[in-house]
């Protein structure tokens, strides 16, 4: 009971400058509060969006592997024909 009546005490020896500087205080954590909640909403519709393109990276892919795979035969048939001209370098020039 004596920390109630020490609150109602200070309460009561509050000047107006006190009195001012409290509701100032409210006012930016009140704001502050709303600004960390909608940090937070941006925050998750970010993340919503980057789940999105991963998802959409992952339906690609299937077809990356198969460009992939084309390319690689391409190199390596390139090779093999690079190479048969240099090992036959006569048998080219018929």
Known sequence: MDVAADDQREKTQLTSSDKYFI???????????????SILNNLNTLNISLENSIAVGKEFESV???WKTFY???????????SSQDNDPEGSQK
Request: charged share 30%; proline share 0%; no cysteine.
């Open 23 to 37: 509701e100032q205080r409210d006012l930016i954590v009140q704001d502050i509060n709303n600004t960390m909640d």
């Open 72 to 82: 690689n035969g391409l190199e390596s048939s390139n090779d093999a024909l690079m």
């Open 64 to 66: 990356s592997d198969l």
